[in-house]
């Protein structure tokens, strides 16, 4: 059974920096994709940011220049930088990983963390 766990949320003054982990377990053939999504009280979960395998990225909007996606393909986990944050980043972050598990390919996802951003 695969297991998606994410650690590092939390309270954070605006301009300050975070960073969010997630390793995932489990009988896991590969991993094509992992990323980060977020959601707000009140709106969609979006796309923070997300990387393949072979590393391209792909960033919101909102949070291009400021934070910062990684993995470690050895260890299947990814990593979110998050710098400068803004009262707005605040939300529920969610780790997402594309991961081919007994031949099927799916998405599986973490159990979020918060992280709140005060002004």
């Known amino acids: 059974q695969v297991q998606l766990v994410e650690s590092g949320g939390g309270l954070v003054q605006a301009g300050g920096s975070l960073k969010l982990s997630c390793t995932s377990s489990?009988?896991?053939?590969?991993?094509?994709?992992m990323g980060w999504y977020r959601q707000a009280p009140g709106k969609q979960r979006e796309l923070v940011a997300a990387?393949?395998?072979?590393?391209?990225?792909n960033y919101g909007d909102s949070v291009k220049g400021r934070f910062t996606i990684s993995r470690d393909n050895a260890m299947n986990t990814v990593t979110l930088q998050m710098n400068d944050l803004k009262p707005e980043d605040t939300g529920v972050y969610y780790c997402?990983?594309?991961?081919?598990?007994?031949?099927?390919?799916?998405?599986?996802w973490g159990q979020g963390t918060q992280v709140t951003v005060s002004s």
């Open positions: 997402n990983a594309f991961i081919n598990s007994y031949g099927t390919p799916k998405d599986y």
């Open positions: 489990g009988f896991i053939f590969g991993i094509a994709r």
């Open positions: 990387i393949t395998a072979g590393g391209t990225t």
